[in-house]
C-alpha cells in the first residue's frame, strides 16, 4: 500500500515562513509528479504548486515569488518552502502525487491526509 504523509504545518504569522514536507512511502514503482494544493474554509481545493520528475514546476499566480517547491526524487519527497505568508494562505494543504505502484503499475492519483496552515495577521 501506498502513503502520503504531510507534516511542518502550524500557526504562523503574517510575513513568516513555513516548510511543508511530504513522503511517499510504500509499495511505490515510480511518482511522475508530486504537488501541493490547499483548501480554505468555504472555497473548493486548488493546486498551489506543482513538480515533475525531471523538476519542472509551476505555481499558481497567489504564491509566485513567495513559494518554492522542491523534491528529492531519490527519498520519494517532496517540500513546500512557504515565505512572506498572509493570512489568505490559511488552509489546509494537501500533498499529491501521481504514482504507479509495484503491484498494479498503473498511474494514479494519491493523497495525503492533509496539514493545516494559519497565518495570523
Known amino acids: 500500500q501506498v502513503q502520503l504523509v504531510e507534516s511542518g504545518g502550524g500557526l504562523v504569522q503574517a510575513g513568516g515562513s513555513l516548510r511543508l514536507s511530504c513522503a511517499a512511502s510504500?509499495?511505490?514503482?515510480?511518482?511522475?509528479?508530486m504537488g501541493w494544493y490547499r483548501q480554505a474554509p468555504g472555497k473548493q481545493r486548488e493546486l498551489v504548486a506543482g513538480i515533475t520528475r525531471d523538476g519542472r514546476t509551476n505555481y499558481a499566480d497567489s504564491v509566485k515569488g513567495r513559494f518554492t517547491i522542491a523534491r528529492d526524487t531519490a527519498n520519494n519527497t517532496a517540500h513546500l518552502q512557504m515565505n512572506d505568508l498572509k493570512p489568505e494562505d490559511t488552509a489546509v494543504y494537501y500533498c499529491?502525487?501521481?504514482?504507479?505502484?509495484?503491484?498494479?503499475?498503473?498511474?494514479?492519483?494519491?493523497w495525503g491526509q492533509g496539514t493545516r496552515v494559519t497565518v495570523s495577521s
Open positions: 499529491a502525487a501521481a504514482l504507479a505502484d509495484r503491484t498494479t503499475m498503473v498511474f494514479s492519483d494519491y
Open positions: 510504500g509499495s511505490i514503482f515510480s511518482i511522475s509528479a
